[in-house]
DNA sequence: CGCTGTCTTGAGAGTCCTCAACCGTGGTGG
DNA sequence: CCACCACGGTTGAGGACTCTCAAGACAGCG
């Protein structure tokens, strides 16, 4: 944990997390716009006020951390807005950023009672806290969330193994299109892609260095692959045959 | 899936399952030597029965595949002993083993109805199998069950990060001495090792080659930092030694 | 005993990393 | 108003770690 710095923005390690405050009205998480996509959809509408008494709604500033790597795990967060990084570090301050999270996402299964990894966020993100009994209570009294915690750390799971296959056995070249294309499932219009993170973030999420990255996204960019549209902001021209690329078709 | 012969073994793909029986007496489930590691254990001894009346048993030789990544998830399936790789595969044949499966491990959570990864067996693998009805039943009627269910994917999701970091920033040395000291967790022994798995699967396991592999064990042999100790079998000499490289100190 | 498959070891090549310089943008303050 | 700095990104040259290709050693098995 010492030279971190030198890896990623780490304004982090103190949480720098305002409060928060308990969720006002019934309403609230009825009008939630990360309820469609998240585990709350699991819970009906006449149980709303149920679910929003036991969250806390928490406002966390872009660079700030809110979990902490084997800190004790108190909380459970539902994501409602903004992109999080979450991320491993060695010793050495080498970080891999294990996942990108954005609304809807559940984070803090956690083995034991700590943490295994941290998170960060990169723009600001909004989120829901329940703390633990609380979440534990809500699992007992409604079956179906905890059912749809099981859906989601499937999910999870089958992601996980996607991004070892892309660690541990694709090129350069295939895993800047794989995370080209993943992004573009996040993105609202069909080819506009939004990067809310930075170069250090992409290099650290796919295993690689920001020049390798950077080189990278060049030469798709000379192919004719891609096409800037603004800051973070990116056009994929051709995604048949990134798609190709992320295979490993061809070169 | 073309020429992943020259990745693996690859007798799979055609499965060659025996069709397995179903669960003899009351006593099957009580008496299984990986009842206590597995996911049945949030099933009291009273209800042994309801269990062992939803599982088929089957025998799975060496180098046989029993789940084909793509394939209809109509099932899930409980390691009672041996040991099985999961993987999946590039379409030129590359693969990435995401895990090594022992007694107590659960699988076939997946998202959707279809498999997102291959299993095979390394050795004699006997295992449980629930088809998907049976096992929503049981979860319907044992809550303990679902949420074990929860804990063991939590699990599986701390592991798969550490993974992540291990293939995406860690060295080649790094790698092998993490999965020595990760083996040892399996051991009977303190100190000895058994690797039921080939170099081939190591590799594809750490995100290396073969010759990699074999090259860094000489290396720590020749450190002495372990020792043969017979076919398949490995003695760590030095485990602290071995936990400082896993984490990247010193060299 | 020869065959086959696995493992080991060596030499050379390639991909990606390291180190370094440079560019562009945004914020700050003289 | 603009110089200055900080930060993120791009590009280049050289090097290192791991891969590729190849040959040989070893064990199991018909």
Redesign the pocket.
């Known amino acids: 944990m010492s030279d971190a710095a030198t890896h990623g923005?780490l304004t982090g390690l103190r949480s720098c997390v305002r409060p928060g405050n308990r969720a006002g009205g019934v309403s609230q998480c009825s009008r939630c716009g990360a309820r469609k996509a998240s585990v709350c959809n699991a819970i009906g509408d006449p149980d709303l006020d149920r679910l929003a008494a036991s969250v806390v709604h928490m406002t966390v500033p872009p660079g700030c951390s809110f979990i902490e790597d084997g800190a004790e795990a108190t909380d459970f967060f539902n994501i409602t807005s903004g992109t999080a990084k979450l991320f491993k570090l060695l010793p050495d301050g080498r970080r891999q950023i294990t996942g990108f999270a954005t609304a809807g996402h559940f984070l803090g299964l956690a083995v034991g009672d700590h943490y295994a990894f941290g998170a960060e966020a990169i723009d600001t993100v909004h989120l829901c806290r329940f703390s633990r009994p609380r979440m534990t209570r809500l699992m007992d009294d409604f079956p179906r969330l905890e059912r749809r915690l099981l859906e989601e750390a499937s999910n999870e799971l089958v992601v996980a193994q996607n991004q070892m296959l892309l660690l541990g056995r694709k090129?350069?070249?295939e895993r800047v299109a794989t995370f080209l294309l993943e992004r573009l499932r996040n993105a609202e219009e069909d080819d506009v892609l939004v990067l809310p993170m930075?170069?250090?973030d992409i290099a650290d999420y796919l295993?690689?260095?920001?020049?390798?990255?950077?080189?990278t996204?060049?030469a798709l960019r000379k192919e004719g692959l891609i096409a800037d549209a603004g800051?973070h902001n990116l056009r994929l021209l051709d995604a048949d045959r990134l798609a190709d690329i992320a295979e490993g078709d061809r070169d």
């Open positions: 923005s090129t350069a070249r930075t170069r250090t295993g690689l260095t920001i020049e390798t990255v950077s080189r996204l060049s800051s």
